[in-house]
């Protein structure tokens, strides 16, 4: 037999890719640690829905009663009402978006 010097030895090879599938394995398990959540089930589910209803009707319902003050205080028509409601919801809904977009340790 000839021996091919640019032929690659398979026992090399074989433990090249063992090491290569310890390290993807161990970066999978690591990955996963990091991302998993610290609330399991439905319950998680369950509390992240109440904490978007909360923050949705609070911004909603805080904007609204500033705006009431302000239009008591000032007398002029609604349109503190009007924009301090709009203010609320705008603040509500960059609330939820922070929640959707946190990441869960």
Same mark, same amino acid.
Request: proline content about 2%; glycine content about 14%.
């Given at each position: 037999?000839?021996?091919?010097?640019?032929?690659?030895?398979?026992?090399?090879?074989?433990?090249?890719?063992?090491?290569?599938?310890?390290?993807?394995?161990?970066?999978?398990?690591?990955?996963?640690?990091?991302?998993?959540?610290?609330?399991?089930?439905?319950?998680?589910?369950?509390?992240?829905?109440?904490?978007?209803?909360?923050?949705?009707?609070?911004?909603?319902?805080?904007?609204?009663?500033?705006?009431?003050?302000?239009? %008591?205080?000032?007398?002029?028509?609604? %349109?503190?009402?009007?924009?301090?409601?709009?203010?609320?919801?705008?603040?509500?809904?960059?609330?939820?978006?922070?929640?959707?977009?946190?990441?869960?340790?």
């Amino acid at each position: 037999m000839v021996d091919d010097p640019d032929r690659e030895d398979p026992i090399g090879a074989d433990a090249r890719i063992a090491s290569l599938e310890a390290r993807l394995a161990a970066a999978k398990r690591h990955e996963a640690e990091r991302t998993r959540s610290g609330q399991q089930g439905a319950d998680a589910g369950y509390r992240l829905g109440n904490q978007v209803l909360a923050e949705l009707l609070g911004g909603m319902i805080g904007g609204a009663a500033v705006g009431v003050a302000i239009d %008591w205080f000032v007398g002029r028509g609604h %349109w503190g009402l009007m924009v301090m409601l709009f203010l609320g919801i705008a603040v509500a809904f960059r609330n939820i978006i922070r929640i959707a977009n946190r990441r869960s340790d």
